[in-house]
């Protein structure tokens, strides 16, 4: 079974110069990292890298250089799940989770961010993660 660390929203270094310690902790040992987008920086990449390999997607707040390097969405096949990752504000829908599933109908898992408001949602049979953001919470746990 893989150990996944899932986060998004970091925008650094504009919201934060750092991730909070407590993620750090909780990422200590995960296979895989999915960020699902506004980075704001590739430095956060080299960041998270450090402790697996990452899949990254670009926001909708992300500058060029971050846009260029980045997809706006990947799909994984990880041990048999079909992985959705793409950063919410594109697709069909009303809601941010809406347009995050119109980009994967056939996955089992689509991760997302966008709305800074964290989700964890069973619909239709398809597990929709929101991490929410470690750094700009907007009223958020």
Known sequence: MMLIGVLSDTHMPTRARALPEAL???????DLILHAGDLNSLDMLDALRALAPVH????N????DVANALPRAVRLDLEGVIVGLTHGHEGHGKSTAERAL??????GVVVFGHSHVPLIERRG?????NPGSPTDRRSQP
């Open 24 to 30: 750090w902790q909780a990422f200590e040992g995960v």
């Open 61 to 64: 707040t992300d500058p060029w």
């Open 125 to 129: 049979g398809v597990l929709l993660v």
């Open 56 to 59: 990254a997607v670009v926001g």
């Open 102 to 107: 119109s980009h994967f109908p056939e996955a």
